[in-house]
């Protein structure tokens, strides 16, 4: 999963880059008359909207990957019969990974809120006055998103080990019990 999550958050912070990246090339089109100009723009707002819906979706597997682990965790616990540790353990992860995870997407939202204020299409009164405050959400926000993402690749990684303490146990309490490990009896193991 870590692998996945960083290709994925990796292509939301170039998105979001390149989408940050095209406004500061368009500038402000506020009083703009250049269709080809003005045809940008609609890639950008376009774009604006792809990023944020790749970031939304890279938030969401990591809730999603912390409440399935968390419950096969519960549960395989519960089944052999292993130290609440490891629930501990996985339960205290997710909960320090959930507000990033929020925090994230509501970043994006902001910044998509600001840059429908500020567009000029929209045809609203005072739009121009909200262009700085999108140019500088639009700038620091992507930043923050992007150690969002670090800070829930890092809660990852260490749920990723509390599975694998957790597989560890489960071996042993199968072999103890004579049960097949690895897809391998103890019998086969001892003769093999």
Request: hydrophobic share 50%; with cysteine; net charge positive.
């Amino acid at each position: 999963m870590e692998k996945l999550f960083r290709w994925v958050a990796t292509f939301a912070v170039v998105l979001m880059l390149a989408t940050a990246g095209l406004g500061l090339w368009l500038g402000d089109l506020h009083g703009q008359t250049d269709q080809a100009i003005l045809r940008w723009g609609t890639v950008h707002r376009l774009s604006g909207v792809l990023a944020a819906l790749v970031v939304v979706l890279v938030n969401s597997m990591s809730v999603t990957y912390f409440i399935g682990t968390d419950r096969w965790c519960r549960e395989v616990v519960e089944t052999y019969g292993l130290a609440n540790t490891f629930v501990a353990q996985s339960k205290q992860i997710k909960r320090r990974s959930f507000p990033f995870a929020l925090l994230g997407m509501l970043s994006v939202v902001a910044i998509v809120a600001l840059g429908g204020a500020a567009d000029p299409a929209a045809g609203r009164q005072g739009s121009a006055d909200w262009v700085t405050p999108h140019l500088l959400g639009g700038l620091g926000l992507p930043a923050f998103i992007a150690v969002c993402f670090g800070v829930q690749r890092a809660r990852i990684m260490q749920q990723q080990q509390v599975i694998e303490a957790v597989l560890v146990a489960v071996r042993e309490v199968r072999r103890s019990r004579g049960l097949e490990v690895e897809g391998q009896s103890e019998a086969a193991e001892v003769t093999g």
